[in-house]
């Protein structure tokens, strides 16, 4: 059936589609030189605080729910699995329904499988949006907020009542064409949710939940 | 000179000066020129013609591959003993990946200095630009490229299915990717048409330049504007390339570190061809000209010989090279290196006329018509390589015969003008041992005809095979630029060049039907694992009947939408978000046909060029190179059997080429021709000698030297190179030739003992100056010069010392005077010489 050995051409052809398809950040991309201690200086002090905070939190698995929002949709698509992150860099997305994937972020790559066939490598370099949400995790994760400042342009809200919003925006024109902002929100040191916009007017909403979303 | 001794002599010299004359203006007006590909066999097939031409002039010729390399000391440099292993690790990751960033940054900025330089046509890197620009082309034709875009697809169940599978992917991991080609390609069949471009191995892409898989260099493809032939123009722009990596690389920040650059290509290879051919050239001219002209300096004591060999030598030469320049328009850089040994050749005339003279100066009698003869002989063994086959050597057959010619010429009638009334003092002592020691007794000779046998048998009873046609051993390259050739093609996914599987038909049109036909051969062969991929153009430019039978598939916007709303119907997609796909389907339905006119600009477009190629009488041949031949030496074959049954009536039109098997069959057609050839000409030479000589016992004798020369030669270069090719055939032919001289002139000897002592003298220095020139040839860094020049020196040697062992009396026996001579200072009873 053309359909069914289509769809098993698709995952391995993903990189290839995926390194033809991105643009590249890296032309004239800045060196990962910021260093890889705590907030830079210059830094706002809340939201250094805030980071130091969410690095100290404790880094157990955490089941999700993700909402892609998207014009192409009627509604937004939902799908929930569990994340996890393994020290020091490398977090694990494994989606449970509705599609099985696995999806391991690790410094520099993406691997992606789903169901029995093999598994596809992206790099990070070439794919904004999951560079972004890399990014974000980990800085959340490990409190490092030298390293996200060093590709997004990072700000602060919080109203006061312990619920906060981190805005990140890219520095890198070439990752700006693909991505809006990556928006980390939570309460007190937890993070709960992290949403990368596209430049499409997608949206990807990861929902952190130890209990049932709230809606 | 008396008045009328002037007006005897005065024609030839005027003669000669207006030679010369004409000899120099052709000389200048003639260009030099260095291809390597004058001295390989030309093709036999109408196919193999163009695509050597292809070789030569097309696309393929003018790419340069360009690494930027970290030398191997480089990388992360921490300082193991202040640092634990884990953070060690960690900083060394870091270094090694910015020193990959700046390797990247150097690579775009020297690619973006190549593309606004007039030089060169196109630069392929991993940059998202050329990638973008390769894309593009592929998505605007996708539904006329798309195997798969057939009327099963745009039924309601293939649509819905198609738009199932796009929602698993938006949802998933590379959703953000697959959504910005969603809206116009939601079947995706871009993706359908890079499937069917299938084993392409791209480089591994990262921040935005090709690297190596072990990411210490990073690659560029170059495309000059000039043609590979055109080796001026090809150095002109390699030294364009290097300006500008040095000063893409001038910001490096360790200076110690810096990237080497390093290229391959046909056109650097021609550059490199050429300067060790143009070094030769100057180089063992001069050097010949310098040992030869000590030797003699040293032999005759005499200076005014040297300027009296200076006249022959010269005029041969430069009659040499006008007349190679008449008959071709052009010289051959690496004729101009072989001129070296018409010095050797051209001074045995003034070495003969100089030494063998009687003490009033006259020219000892039978000097003239003996000269006369070697240089027949000698011009029999040149006339095999205008037999040959092979252009270049040609070339060296009519450079040399002209040469040697003009300089007997000049020796005959314009060097006794010249020579002094009195004949020059001999090295008395030299030539008196020269005679003992000439016509050695049954011993020796029976030595030297053993020695000859056992070489014979030698070569006969090997159990290697004695020929090697392989065009390697004669090319100039060092191995280790072949070597890194071989690594840059596979690192940026080149095909291998070796394998061709060629259709040909009366048009574009037909070649590439035919492409489309053997297709599923080709797919099979990669399932069968024989090759790890192939590359056709007809895969990116399929023909128009192909296209349009792709078109008539297509629906038109009405009928898509309403499918399209049917199939949609209750699921999460929105039908209105995908009218960009029905927009585009309906324009791919009634847009014309593409043509390779589609690609210009993109990275496929030069492949196209490359492969698909207009024959010269008006018919079409399309290229498919494969990669990864599991099995290189049965490939043809097997290929051929898969493909024939495809091709149906059409299977003369489709050819598999095994461009490195082909060629070393040429060659050893060659061989065997010039086996023929040699044949024929040794027993020219021996015709000419026994016309002369008249005098079978003497005749025998020369036969004799000759057949042991051969023998004993070619088991000294078998035992040297390990395998004998074409051109050590060739040149065995030229020792004949030349060692016939010696063994003539050695048998029979005159009865005067100072005009045999006179003889043997010269034939040594003959010999010795021979031997020189074609030792220095053997240093040259052509293989085919080096292979003539050592098997020339050595059988030159074997010569001498064969036909000074077999020098006899006219009566064609040893001269029994001479033994006992040897025995007993003074006259001995017992034996006498008679006069033949």
Not at chain 2, 242 to 265: S, V
Not at chain 2, 790 to 802: D, E, M
Request: proline share 6%; with cysteine; glycine share 8%.
């Amino acid at each position: 059936m053309r359909a069914g050995r289509r769809a098993a051409l698709a995952a391995p052809l993903l990189p290839v589609a995926a390194a033809l398809l991105a643009g590249h950040p890296a032309r004239g991309a800045r060196a990962q030189t910021a260093p890889a201690t705590g907030a830079a200086a210059g830094a706002e002090p809340r939201l250094a605080e805030l980071f130091t905070r969410l690095g100290r939190a404790s880094t157990r698995p955490r089941r999700f729910v993700e909402r892609r929002h998207s014009a192409l949709f009627v509604a937004p698509e939902e799908s929930r699995g569990v994340l996890r992150f393994e020290p020091p860099a490398t977090f694990e997305k494994r989606t449970e329904t509705p599609t099985a994937e696995v999806l391991r972020l690790d410094e520099r790559t993406a691997t992606v499988r789903r169901g029995g066939s093999a598994p596809t490598s992206l790099a990070l370099d070439a794919h904004p949006s999951l560079a972004a949400l890399a990014r974000g995790l980990r800085a959340a994760a490990s409190g490092d907020l030298g390293t996200l400042e060093a590709a997004f342009e990072v700000r602060l809200e919080d109203d006061g009542g312990g619920r906060w919003r981190v805005l990140a925006v890219p520095r890198d024109p070439g990752a700006a064409r693909f991505l809006a902002r990556l928006e980390l929100g939570g309460t007190g040191d937890r993070l709960e949710r992290i949403t990368v916009h596209e430049r499409s007017g997608d949206r990807s909403e990861l929902w952190l939940i130890d209990e049932a979303p709230r809606r | 000179m008396t008045t009328g001794a002037l007006r005897r002599t005065a024609p030839r010299w005027i003669l000669w000066l207006a030679c010369v004359a004409a000899a120099l203006f052709q000389v200048s007006r003639t260009p030099v020129l260095t291809d390597i590909t004058a001295f390989l066999p030309g093709p036999s097939t109408p196919t193999q013609r163009v695509l050597a031409e292809q070789l030569r002039d097309g696309v393929a010729s003018r790419v340069v591959l360009v690494a930027l390399e970290l030398p191997a000391a480089s990388g992360a440099a921490t300082d193991p003993a202040t640092r634990t292993a884990e953070a060690g690790a960690a900083e060394a990751a870091a270094a090694d990946a910015s020193l990959e960033r700046a390797l990247a940054a150097a690579a775009t900025r020297l690619a973006a200095a190549l593309r606004d330089d007039p030089d060169f046509a196109w630069v392929g890197d991993g940059s998202p630009r050329s990638f973008e620009r390769d894309l593009a082309a592929l998505s605007a034709a996708r539904y006329l490229l798309d195997p798969g875009a057939d009327a099963a697809a745009f039924t309601p169940e293939g649509l819905s299915a198609a738009f199932e599978r796009l929602r698993v992917e938006l949802r998933g991991a590379a959703g953000p990717l697959v959504r910005s080609i969603a809206a116009e390609d939601p079947t995706l069949a871009t993706l359908g048409v890079l499937a069917a471009l299938g084993g392409d191995a791209t480089p591994a892409s990262r921040h935005g330049a090709w690297f190596t898989p072990d990411g210490r260099a990073a690659l560029l493809v170059a495309e000059t504007v000039a043609p590979g032939f055109d080796v001026d123009a090809q150095q002109r722009a390699i030294d364009r390339l290097r300006a500008h990596a040095e000063r893409a690389l001038a910001a490096w920040p360790d200076a110690h570190a810096r990237p080497r650059l390093h290229l391959t290509g046909p056109g650097v290879f021609g550059a490199i061809a050429r300067d060790a051919i143009e070094r030769d050239a100057t180089r063992l001219s001069a050097l010949a000209l310098a040992l030869i002209a000590v030797l003699l300096a040293l032999a005759l004591r005499s200076v005014r010989v040297l300027g009296l060999a200076a006249l022959p030598v010269a005029t041969g030469a430069l009659v040499g090279f006008a007349c190679v320049g008449a008959v071709w328009g052009t010289l051959h850089g690496v004729t101009l290196g072989f001129g070296a040994t018409l010095i050797g050749e051209a001074v045995d005339y003034a070495i003969y006329a100089w030494v063998q003279r009687r003490d009033d100066g006259s020219a000892s009698p039978g000097v003239w018509r003996g000269i006369a003869l070697a240089i027949a002989t000698s011009c029999a063994g040149y006339a095999a390589m205008l037999l040959s086959g092979f252009a270049g050597l040609a070339q060296l057959g009519v450079f040399s015969i002209a040469g040697i010619v003009a300089a007997g010429l000049c020796a005959r009638w314009l060097l006794p003008d010249l020579m002094p009334a009195r004949a020059a003092p001999l090295p008395e002592a030299l030539g008196r041992r020269l005679s003992a020691w000439s016509g050695g007794g049954r011993a020796s000779r029976a030595a030297i005809v053993i020695a000859a046998a056992a070489a014979a048998a030698y070569l006969a009873l090997r159990p290697a095979s004695t020929w090697n046609d392989d065009l390697a051993a004669i090319t100039p390259l060092p191995a280790a630029v072949t070597e890194r050739d071989g690594r840059l093609r596979a690192a940026l996914g080149l095909p291998e060049v070796r394998f061709v599987i060629a259709t040909r038909g009366a048009s574009r049109e037909e070649a590439l039907a035919l492409a489309e036909r053997i297709e599923p051969g080709l797919r099979a062969l990669v399932d069968a694992h024989a090759i790890a991929g192939y590359r056709s153009p007809a895969t990116v430019l399929p023909s128009v009947a192909t296209q349009r039978r792709r078109q008539a598939a297509l629906p038109a916007a009405p009928v898509l939408r309403e499918t399209l709303a049917r199939a949609l119907a209750g699921g999460n997609l929105r039908a209105e978000a995908f009218e960009p796909f029905v927009e585009a389907v309906d324009r791919a339905r009634t847009a014309p046909p593409i043509t390779a006119a589609h690609y210009d600009g993109t990275g496929i477009g030069r492949r196209i060029a490359a492969q698909l190629v207009d024959a010269p009488d008006s018919g079409a041949i399309v290229a498919i190179t494969v990669a990864g031949v599991a099995d290189p030496d049965r490939f043809a074959a097997v290929a051929a059997a898969r493909l024939a049954g495809l091709a149906g009536e059409r299977a003369a039109q489709v050819a598999v080429l095994d461009l490195k098997a082909d060629v070393e069959h040429l060659v050893a057609e060659y061989r065997t021709r010039a086996l023929h050839v040699a044949l024929a000409g040794w027993a020219a030479i021996v015709a000419l000698l026994a016309l002369r000589v008249r005098e079978r016992r003497a005749v025998a004798t020369i036969a004799t030297v000759l057949a042991c020369t051969v023998a004993l030669t070619a088991a000294a270069m078998t035992l040297l190179y390990n395998h004998l090719t074409l051109f050590h055939l060739l040149a065995l032919l030229l020792v004949v030739g030349v060692v016939s001289n010696y063994a003539m002139f050695c048998t029979p000897l005159p009865q005067a003992a100072a005009d045999r002592a006179a003889i043997l003298l010269s034939v040594l220095l003959c010999g010795a100056s021979t031997f020189l020139a074609f030792v220095v040839l053997a240093r040259s860094s052509a293989p085919v010069l080096a292979m003539i020049g050592s098997t020339v020196a050595v059988g030159v040697a074997v010569g001498v010392l064969a036909s000074g062992v077999f020098a006899a009396t006219a009566t064609g026996r040893p001269d029994p005077g001479l033994a006992a001579a040897r025995q007993a200072p003074t006259g001995s009873p017992g034996s006498r010489t008679r006069s033949a």
